[in-house]
């Protein structure tokens, strides 16, 4: 309902389409997007996701370039598809940015683009977008044709904000590991089905959580766990600790699991597991950050999977 | 449904009452809360209202002190009803505190309460509260026992963080002006039913509006209007502009009075009225504000009640 009513606002103030197809049917209105990330993760390379792609929607393909690398491996996959696309009589109709410096990406993609005989294939750019970094794409010289903004402008920007940044990306397909990677660490994702271990002291007060694979055993002491967004940012498991499941199944097959609990009985859990936090992460300047690792088994495999996705991409 | 999602989370977060009683009454908490402004304002005299409050609510009642002047009004009124109610068997609970330097004037409400022989009447706090203001506020000597939060919490604060600042005050009863004070120049109300009128030039971009009472002619020219939240922002109509009353009623009675309209032509409007704006006011950064002005007779009216009340509550 607050997506329907924030699509019928941004066109109020003058949005021409919508990747909101419920919205696009509900007032009446373009329809328009691109594919997902996912979508390339479930191919074999990038180049098959986009030949694919293209095969379906000849006359209306937006590619977008970053899932691996946008320059080395997006954008001359792209070029690939729009040649055989006008071969076959078709044109490609765009790119889309989701990443990196949209100026400087935006005015490369441009001029290969027209360098290649594309003049009139679109940029598309994406990412968290507001009024204010499009003034700032503009002025650095980016060659953006179509601006996709959602967040920003549906939700408010700024510190406590109100956006609760949950993206889609698919980490397994037939019980196979896909990942997307991406020039930022922080931004790749984490293959596999996984769960979450959580480490408490003797006295109960939390220590770290650590994401294995669904299958992996409870991390062991001297394993070295991993911060997935800072490659330097490993430790040690320490001696001492106990682990637990912390989730707790309410929903499972769309039935209900546990009868619902009194407001007081999640008022008493939320204030035993802030009290429980680590001194220093409930500062509200600079605090501590809690420690949320991989463990090494899925790092491993997470590490192959990334060796194995360049090799393919020649990055 | 968002106030009462908003409850029932902050409830599980720690919060001990709230003063949505719908949410009270379906959620089984505690309905806790003051008398408005707007209470204060449809008495003669501020100690009238807290009188006429005390007698309802005579063993649970805070006063909210700062419709006309927190430290030389609305205190010394709570004393006064303090002592009557302690000679009548009774106890004031609380007062609350919502504009100003909460810090400083909890630390001086407190000595002045217990000074008087009433250590035991608590202090409320409100007005935008965030984490980051209480934790200033107790660390700048602030004896604060209740904190009312909401807005912060509920919406995300920050830069377009989502929260629509509207408050209730009352501006008129039985036909005659009313208005809180507060120190704030530009948090005092503008008493009286008020219309707009919005001024353009012949070539249809939009110079000004101006608030005046409902009766009031249309603003003249040379007429001086002022800017309510700017003593010093008063400036004189100029010649040749063409008025229009921006107001359109869809409701009226509980009655829709217009057709819905198309999409297309919200969006057309919206371009339109943001075309018509004057140049500079839509720049992202330090943008020239829109001039809205208060007619000269409303502005006299409003000085007029200003004076009366200030010498009612000897200021």
Same mark, same amino acid.
């Given at each position: 309902d607050g997506a329907l009513g924030a699509t019928r606002a941004a066109v109020i103030g003058g !949005?021409?389409? /919508?990747?909101?197809v419920e919205a696009a049917a509900r007032y009446g209105l373009r329809a328009t997007g691109t594919h997902a990330h996912a979508w390339v993760e479930a191919f074999p390379t990038e180049l098959d996701a986009f030949r694919a792609y293209a095969r379906l929607y000849p006359d209306d393909t937006t590619l977008l370039l970053d899932? +691996?690398? /946008?320059?080395?491996s997006g954008l001359p996959n792209a070029l690939t598809v729009a040649r055989e696309l006008r071969a076959a009589g078709? %044109?490609?109709r765009g790119v889309r940015l989701d990443s990196g410096d949209l100026a400087y990406m935006s005015a490369q993609v441009r001029a290969e683009l027209d360098g290649a005989g +594309? &003049? =009139?294939?679109q940029i598309v750019a994406s990412n968290d977008l507001s009024e204010f970094v499009i003034e700032s794409v503009i002025k650095g010289g980016g060659r953006v044709d179509v601006y996709g903004v959602g967040t920003q402008l549906a939700t408010g920007g700024g %510190? *406590? *904000? *109100? !956006? #609760?940044g949950g993206v889609f990306k698919l980490v397994a397909l037939d019980g196979q590991d896909r990942m997307k990677l991406t020039g930022d660490p922080a931004k790749a994702s984490v293959p596999g089905d996984k769960r979450v271990w959580r480490a408490r002291t003797g006295q109960g007060e939390l220590v770290m959580d650590v994401i294995t694979? @669904?299958? =992996?055993p409870v991390p062991q002491r001297g394993e070295r766990v991993s911060d997935p967004t800072n490659p330097l940012g490993s430790r040690r498991v320490p001696a001492g600790l106990t682990w637990t499941d912390p989730r707790v199944v309410v929903m499972d097959g769309g039935v209900r699991r546990q009868a619902p609990e009194p407001l007081t009985d999640l008022q008493a859990r939320a204030r035993a597991d802030l009290a429980a #936090? &680590? %001194?220093? /992460?409930?500062? @509200? #300047?600079n605090p501590h950050r809690y420690h949320v690792s991989l463990g090494a088994p899925l790092q491993a495999r997470r590490d192959a999977l990334i060796a194995s996705l360049r090799d393919r991409h020649g990055l």
């Open positions: !949005a021409t389409g /919508t990747s909101n899932t +691996f690398d /946008t320059l080395r078709h %044109e490609l +594309f &003049p =009139d294939v %510190e *406590g *904000g *109100g !956006a #609760l694979g @669904l299958h =992996d #936090l &680590p %001194e220093g /992460t409930r500062r @509200l #300047l």
